[in-house]
C-alpha cells in the first residue's frame, strides 16, 4: 500500500508543479497582451506529465545523462525546456504581431486553476486517508 500511495503522491506532484508551470505561461501571456510581436506560449499537458512521469534512466544505465562540467545544473521539477513549449496561433491577425487571444488565456487560466486546486485537493485527501489509516486502531 505504501508504494502506491508514494506512486500516487509522486504522480499528484509532478502534474502540481506542471499545472504551476503552466499557470506561470498563461500569466505572462496575459500580462503581455498589449506587447508588440509577443507570442503567446503554452504547453500540451498531457505529454509534458507523460513526459515526466515516465521512467527516466538512472545513472550508469543506456539513455542516462551525464554530468560533463561541474557547472552543469538540474532544472526544477516541472519546468519545461524551450522545445516542449508550443507558440498559440491567433484566431485574428492583429498589427502589432501579438498572438495573444484574451478570451482564450483567460479560459485557459480558469481552467487551469481549477484543476490546480483539484490536483491539491487530492494530495490533501490522499495524505489525510494515509493518516487516518495509520491512527486506526485495527491497524495491521
Same mark, same amino acid.
Request: proline share 4%; net charge neutral.
Given at each position: 500500500?505504501?508504494?502506491?500511495? &508514494?506512486?500516487?503522491?509522486? /504522480?499528484? %506532484?509532478?502534474?502540481?508543479?506542471?499545472?504551476? $508551470?503552466?499557470?506561470?505561461?498563461?500569466?505572462?501571456?496575459?500580462?503581455?497582451?498589449? %506587447?508588440?510581436?509577443?507570442?503567446?506560449?503554452?504547453?500540451? /499537458? *498531457?505529454?509534458?506529465?507523460?513526459?515526466?512521469?515516465?521512467?527516466? !534512466?538512472?545513472?550508469?544505465? !543506456?539513455?542516462?545523462?551525464? &554530468? @560533463?562540467?561541474?557547472?552543469?545544473? @538540474? !532544472? !526544477?521539477?516541472? *519546468?519545461?525546456?524551450?522545445? #516542449?513549449?508550443?507558440?498559440? %496561433?491567433?484566431?485574428? @491577425?492583429?498589427? #502589432?504581431?501579438?498572438?495573444?487571444?484574451? #478570451?482564450? $488565456?483567460?479560459?485557459?487560466?480558469?481552467?487551469?486553476?481549477?484543476?490546480? $486546486?483539484?490536483?491539491?485537493? /487530492?494530495?490533501?485527501?490522499?495524505?489525510? /486517508?494515509?493518516?487516518?489509516?495509520?491512527?486506526?486502531?485495527?491497524?495491521?
Amino acid at each position: 500500500m505504501l508504494n502506491r500511495l &508514494t506512486d500516487t503522491l509522486n /504522480f499528484q %506532484t509532478q502534474a502540481l508543479a506542471l499545472r504551476s $508551470e503552466r499557470q506561470r505561461m498563461l500569466a505572462s501571456n496575459i500580462a503581455n497582451a498589449d %506587447t508588440p510581436g509577443y507570442q503567446a506560449r503554452d504547453m500540451n /499537458f *498531457s505529454k509534458a506529465l507523460l513526459d515526466a512521469t515516465s521512467a527516466t !534512466p538512472s545513472a550508469g544505465q !543506456p539513455g542516462a545523462l551525464a &554530468t @560533463t562540467q561541474s557547472g552543469h545544473i @538540474t !532544472p !526544477p521539477a516541472g *519546468s519545461r525546456s524551450d522545445t #516542449d513549449l508550443l507558440y498559440s %496561433t491567433s484566431a485574428q @491577425t492583429n498589427l #502589432d504581431s501579438n498572438s495573444v487571444d484574451m #478570451d482564450r $488565456e483567460r479560459a485557459s487560466f480558469a481552467d487551469n486553476s481549477v484543476k490546480y $486546486e483539484a490536483t491539491l485537493r /487530492f494530495i490533501n485527501s490522499s495524505v489525510r /486517508f494515509a493518516l487516518d489509516a495509520m491512527k486506526s486502531p485495527n491497524a495491521a
